[in-house]
Nanobody, 126 residues
Framework: VQLQASGGGLVQAGGYLRLSCTAS????????MAWFRQAPGKEREFVAA????????HYTDSVRGRFTISRDNAKNTVYLQMNSLKPEDTAVYYC????????????????????WGQGTQVTVSS
């Protein structure tokens, strides 16, 4: 599956952004969809995942309650609504797909994901 991410930008602390990632090439509902992020000098980290039918989600602790992941299977698109943004949320955000749903987000590794979008920059100013 090919993934195309968009929606990044520059926002002040406390603001919001919505990222989108559109998939093509394969059956979208075959895949669990996720967002990762990578800040300068840091490893890529898991942010959120949504199950195939949009009924289950995972979030890393630092974004839970502020970010919401969702998907529209009719549009082959996954979203990441990011509210109450903080400077530490500054990173390049990547969408990714996998066929595996895990019971705990902490078990997800980057190697579990076979396809990645190109990344979109999110910058939060203080």
């Amino acid at each position: 599956v090919q993934l195309q991410a968009s929606g990044g930008g520059l926002v002040q602390a406390g603001g919001y952004l919505r990222l989108s990632c559109t998939a093509s090439g394969r059956t979208f509902t075959d895949y669990v969809m996720a967002w990762f992020r990578q800040a300068p000098g840091k490893e890529r980290e898991f942010v959120a995942a949504v199950a195939r039918s949009n009924d289950l989600t995972h979030y890393t602790d630092s974004v839970r309650g502020r970010f919401t992941i969702s998907r529209d299977n009719a549009k082959n698109t996954v979203y990441l609504q990011m509210n109450s943004l903080k400077p530490e949320d500054t990173a390049v955000y990547y969408c990714a797909s996998t066929r595996v749903w895990k019971l705990s987000y902490s078990r997800y590794q980057t190697g579990d994901f076979g396809s990645w979008g190109q990344g979109t920059q999110v910058t939060v100013s203080s």
